[in-house]
Antibody, heavy 118, light 106 residues
Framework: EVQLVQSGVEVKKPGESLRISCKSF????????ISWVRQMPGKGLEWMGR????????TYSPSFQGHITISADKSFNTAYLQWGSLRASDSAIYYC???????????WGQGTTVTVSS | DIQMTQSPSSLSASVGDRVTITCRAS??????LNWYQQKPEKVPKLLIY???SSQTGVPSRFSGSGSGTDFTLTISSLQPEDFATYYC?????????FGQGTNLEI
C-alpha cells in the first residue's frame, strides 16, 4: 500500500528549532516529488514547497522561503520539514503529500500537529 | 503567484441536490487543476486531477470540467457524506496555490 507516515505531535517554545518527518512506503520514493502543506487552525490549505527526492532540488513558496528548509534522505525514503527558529504563528497542522504536476497531490500523510507556545 | 478564487465560499444544500463549485485562476493554468475534499479533522483527499480526471475510488457523482482559467466541480446528487470543505489547487507552476475553500453545509 502506498502511504506516507509522518512523525508525531510536537510542542515547542518560540525560538526553538524543529524537524518533522514524512516516510514513504509502497512506491519508489525518488519517482515523485514531495510537497509540504500547512493548515493553520480553522483555516485553509497553503502549499509551502516541494522537493525532488531524487536530487533534493527544492522549490519554496515565497510566503515560506527563508523560514523553512525542506530536505530528503533517499536512503531512508524520508522527507523533512524544518525550522531554525519557531514562532507562535507556526502553530498548525503540517501535511506531506506525494506530488505530480499532472496528477496533483494524490497521497497525503496523516498530518503533524505543531504547537508553538511559551 | 497565480491566485485561485473559489465561489461560493460557503454553500447550503440538501441531500439529493446538484451542486456546482467554481474555481477561477488569475492566469491560464491549462488543465493543471485539482480538487480536494476535506472533512473536519481529516486529511485532505484528492477527488479530481487534471481538471476532469477522477481519482481511483471516487464516486461517479463527482465530476470536474474546465480549462484555461475557469473550472467547475459538480456533485450530481449530494449524499450525506459529501458535506465537507472543497479546495481547488493549480499545479501548473510553483507555488502550487490553493483556493480559499468552499464549505458545503447541510
Amino acid at each position: 500500500e502506498v502511504q506516507l507516515v509522518q512523525s508525531g505531535v510536537e510542542v515547542k517554545k518560540p525560538g526553538e528549532s524543529l524537524r518533522i518527518s514524512c516516510k514513504s512506503f509502497g512506491y519508489s520514493f525518488t519517482s515523485r516529488w514531495i510537497s509540504w502543506v500547512r493548515q493553520m487552525p480553522g483555516k485553509g490549505l497553503e502549499w509551502m514547497g516541494r522537493i525532488d527526492p531524487g536530487d533534493s532540488y527544492t522549490t519554496y513558496s515565497p510566503s515560506f522561503q527563508g523560514h523553512i528548509t525542506i530536505s530528503a534522505d533517499k536512503s531512508f525514503n524520508t522527507a523533512y520539514l524544518q525550522w531554525g527558529s519557531l514562532r507562535a504563528s507556526d502553530s498548525a497542522i503540517y501535511y506531506c503529500a506525494r506530488t505530480n504536476s499532472r496528477y496533483g497531490l494524490d497521497v497525503w500523510g496523516q498530518g503533524t500537529t505543531v504547537t508553538v507556545s511559551s | 503567484d497565480i491566485q485561485m478564487t473559489q465561489s461560493p465560499s460557503s454553500l447550503s444544500a440538501s441531500v439529493g441536490d446538484r451542486v456546482t463549485i467554481t474555481c477561477r485562476a488569475s492566469q491560464t493554468i491549462s488543465s493543471n487543476l485539482n480538487w480536494y475534499q476535506q472533512k473536519p479533522e481529516k486529511v485532505p483527499k484528492l477527488l479530481i486531477y487534471a481538471a476532469s480526471s477522477s481519482q481511483t475510488g471516487v464516486p461517479s457523482r463527482f465530476s470536474g470540467s474546465g480549462s484555461g482559467t475557469d473550472f467547475t466541480l459538480t456533485i450530481s446528487s449530494l449524499q450525506p457524506e459529501d458535506f465537507a470543505t472543497y479546495y481547488c489547487q493549480q499545479t501548473y507552476t510553483t507555488p502550487y496555490t490553493f483556493g480559499q475553500g468552499t464549505n458545503l453545509e447541510i
